[in-house]
């Protein structure tokens, strides 16, 4: 089975930082390209930034300057790191990617990781 799963959400204080972890779990799985996104409360999903598979990356402007999205393909992984945080960044951020098993590609979510910007 090809799964992703985020860590790293929390409480964190306006100005705070943050790191999420996004692994993905199957035997020869490995992350082809990904992204971020998120979701507020009675708001849509909306993507926060993308990286391909060579590491190009895209943010949205809400957080340019502010969160940068890397990967470490040895380990399977993909980051966001988000700087300067904003109450407005409170939301559920989910990681969403590309999961390749040798010529097999499938896209995944993961459950998503609970983020709260508050005083």
Do not use: H
């Not at 929390?10 to 998120?38: F, H, K, M, N």
């Not at 300057?65 to 399977?76: E, H, I, M, P, Q």
């Not at 980051?79 to 960044?89: A, F, G, I, T, V």
């Amino acid at each position: 089975q090809m799964q992703l799963v985020e860590s790293g959400g929390g409480l964190v204080q306006p100005g705070g930082s943050l790191r999420l972890s996004c692994a993905a779990s199957g035997s020869g799985v490995s992350i082809d390209a990904s992204a971020w996104y998120r979701q507020a409360p009675g708001k849509q999903r909306e993507l926060v930034a993308s990286i391909s598979s060579s590491g190009s990356t895209n943010y949205a402007d809400s957080v340019k300057g502010r969160f940068t999205v890397s990967r470490d393909n040895a380990k399977d992984m993909v980051y966001l790191q988000m700087n300067s945080l904003k109450p407005e960044d409170t939301a559920v951020y989910y990681c969403n990617a590309n999961l390749r098993r040798r010529s097999y590609l499938t896209n995944v979510w993961g459950p998503g990781t609970q983020v709260v910007v508050s005083s």
